[in-house]
């Protein structure tokens, strides 16, 4: 079966919608990036009377040549009734779907009507762009066909691989063999949606303009200015330092850059698309919920920005009368 996301990495922009990528704005750090073993952060603790459920914060980037592995993660998840993986979002085209987009597929990456970013970006911006292109990219002149949200998330990947981090964790693949390996009943709160007429869909979004320039800029923004507290918030990961992932900010970049897919044209008609992230909260808050209502202890992995959202699920649930408690 053809069953695939939709092949312009809208479920990586919406992966980020629905679980929000963690860019956080820290200060000045450490300039060394941490390898070798590390356990990451401890984990939230959502009590009713007896029964818990305990929460794992995944991030990203972390460090590049860092393994992750906590002993206590696979000493609770283990003994386990339950196991929440941490929710995504996901496009089915099926097999039909994607063979009548073939024939539009050709191209999906570029700017409508030949431009280049050279016509599509300020002058100020696109100045910044080849600094940065030369420096992490190297000399490719086709990505100067390419959008500007498709551009950026080429800079940002090799800027970060380049400066010893990567978005390509692990940790949450880690965690499910965990629950596999002691078959621990896994519950998924994931979306996963079709589209009526995916062909239709690729075509208004080659033709749409789009609305890449903010996630271009904030990506830009990024790697300028804010390589060195990604070096922070990734060692503070690492370690489990509490008091430093409690003090930084969640930045803009990743809602921008899903802004650069939902303003599309060719998707912010679609309702069920728009509403994606309060579909996926909710469902994860019902499982949640339900869970501590059938468990002893339950098992769960949330983004670190969820976790931290103060609107977000775990602040929903003390709302609603659980005991929420932070790792020390």
């Not at 992966?15 to 990528?21: H, M």
């Not at 069920?272 to 996926?280: D, G, M």
Request: hydrophobic letters at 40%.
């Amino acid at each position: 079966m053809m069953k695939k996301l939709i092949p312009f990495a809208v479920a990586a922009m919406l992966a980020g919608a629905a679980c929000a990528q963690e860019e956080l704005a820290a200060p000045e750090g450490e300039q060394v990036v941490i390898t070798g073993q590390r356990p990451g952060p401890g984990l939230w603790k959502v009590s009713k009377g007896e029964h818990v459920l305990y929460v794992f914060g995944d991030y990203a980037p972390l460090p590049t040549k860092m393994d992750w592995r906590s002993h206590e993660v696979e000493a609770i998840l283990s003994k386990s009734q339950e196991y929440l993986p941490k929710p995504d979002f996901g496009i089915s085209v099926g097999l039909w779907g994607g063979l009548k987009m073939l024939p539009f597929a050709i191209g999906f990456k570029d700017n409508p009507d030949g431009a280049k970013l050279v016509d599509v970006l300020p002058a100020e911006t696109y100045d910044r762009w080849q600094v940065l292109k030369a420096r992490y990219i190297g000399n490719d002149s086709g990505i100067e066909r390419e959008r500007p949200m498709f551009a950026a998330t080429t800079l940002y990947k090799n800027g970060l691989e380049k400066n010893g981090l990567t978005m390509r964790t692990g940790v949450s693949e880690k965690i499910h063999k965990i629950a596999q390996q002691y078959k621990v009943k896994t519950t998924s709160s994931s979306v996963h949606m079709a589209l009526d007429d995916p062909a239709q869909a690729l075509k208004a979004f080659k033709k749409s303009p789009g609305a890449d320039t903010s996630c271009f800029i904030k990506t830009v923004d990024n790697l300028e200015s804010d390589l060195e507290a990604m070096r922070v918030r990734a060692n503070a990961w690492a370690i489990g330092d509490m008091s430093k992932i409690t003090s930084l900010n969640f930045a803009e970049r990743d809602e921008a850059c899903k802004d650069a897919v939902m303003k599309n044209d060719a998707f912010r008609s679609n309702e069920k698309l728009v509403q994606a992230e309060k579909t996926i909260a909710g469902k994860w808050l019902a499982n949640a919920e339900r869970a501590l209502e059938a468990n002893n202890t339950t098992f769960a992995v949330l983004s670190l920005a969820r976790i931290l959202d103060p609107k977000g699920p775990l602040a929903e649930l003390k709302a609603r009368g659980y005991k929420v408690e932070a790792p020390e």
